[in-house]
T-cell receptor, first 109, second 115 residues
Framework: GIQVEQSPPDLILQEGANSTLRCNFS?????LQWFHQNPWGQLINLFY???GTKQNGRLSATTVATERYSLLYISSSQTTDSGVYFC???????????FGGGTRVLVKP | GAVVSQHPSWVICKSGTSVKIECRSL??????MFWYRQFPKQSLMLMAT?????????EQGVEKDKFLINHASLTLSTLTVTSAHPEDSSFYIC???????????FGSGTRLTVV
């Protein structure tokens, strides 16, 4: 099956700093999503981005499908950005999502 | 819109007993639902895919006789952990597929502790 790798595994930021999270995948995908898992376990959908670039407030994401990677940018980080960020992909429409290992982010005040 | 309700949010049970977890799509019909398991500080691992009215498809290494999945209606799927043991303690999350390219909605998860 498809392999999804995320880096870095852990990230400690000072409030206000910017950061980039990376997601590499081993095959062509039909769906790529970024999620934020809060401390209570709830998964929040951040972006649906199988290709191209999107922005939502302080977050933006870029997927280069031909090179099989995606980046999530966090700008002016806040303590509420802490949590685990997951990249998940599907190889066909309606197919199961395969998750990467996640990046655990801690933003310190 | 697109809300998935998962219950219970946490449960403690004795070793050897069975536990049922419900996953409901509240405002849409979900022909396909997915069940994931997440151990502490690990990623989500897919356990099975359930389609309404048919048998679930289990991932390799997941015991279908231990993790019983029923998807009897377009809005409800259940996962029953039978004869639970401490190693089954984990966070279980369901996801319902809805129409649209980004159509995956996740429940809030169930934290199972087997003592």
């Amino acid at each position: 099956g498809i392999q999804v790798e995320q880096s870095p595994p852990d990230l400690i930021l000072q409030e206000g700093a910017n950061s980039t999270l990376r997601c590499n995948f081993s095959d062509s995908v039909n769906n790529l999503q970024w999620f934020h898992q809060n401390p209570w376990g709830q998964l929040i959908n951040l972006f649906y981005i199988p290709s191209g670039t999107k922005q939502n407030g302080r977050l933006s994401a870029t997927t280069v499908a031909t090179e099989r990677y995606s980046l999530l940018y966090i700008s002016s980080s806040q303590t509420t950005d802490s949590g685990v960020y997951f990249c998940a992909v599907a190889v066909a429409a309606g197919n199961k999502l395969t998750f990467g290992g996640g990046t655990r982010v801690l933003v310190k005040p | 819109g697109a809300v998935v309700s998962q219950h219970p949010s946490w449960v403690i049970c004795k070793s050897g007993t069975s536990v049922k977890i419900e996953c409901r799509s509240l405002d849409f019909q979900a022909t396909t639902m997915f069940w994931y398991r997440q151990f502490p500080k690990q990623s989500l691992m897919l356990m099975a895919t359930s389609n309404e009215g048919s048998k679930a498809t289990y991932e390799q290494g997941v015991e279908k006789d231990k993790f019983l999945i029923n998807h009897a209606s377009l809005t409800l799927s259940t996962l029953t952990v039978t004869s639970a043991h401490p190693e089954d303690s984990s966070f279980y999350i369901c996801s319902a597929r809805r129409q649209g390219p980004d159509g995956y909605t996740f429940g809030s998860g169930t934290r199972l502790t087997v003592v």
